[in-house]
């Protein structure tokens, strides 16, 4: 049975020009950290305008580099409370 629930709130704001799009991924911790990813996305100048393909993979990119950097920070806990290196994928 799980006693605790938790809730994590991931902000993102974009920023477009008529070729690229800026993703930057926000989540604020509950032991008070905050972790901060980016993620980008440029447009084929003979493709058509689409501002939300490019937020949907800028975004994406910046929530798959929020993960890579979760997992480092998970994973150095571990190292430190155990005094080794822990072995799961980084």
Partial sequence: MMETTVGWH???EFEEDAHRTRAAALVRLPDGNEVRAHGYASRH???SSQPRVGEEIAG???L???AMRLLTKAHD???E???RTSHALR
């Fill in 10 to 12: 991931v902000e993102m």
């Fill in 45 to 47: 100048p003979s493709d």
């Fill in 60 to 62: 994406a990119r910046a």
């Fill in 64 to 66: 798959n580099e929020l």
């Fill in 77 to 79: 806990e571990i190292d």
């Fill in 81 to 83: 409370a155990s005094g």
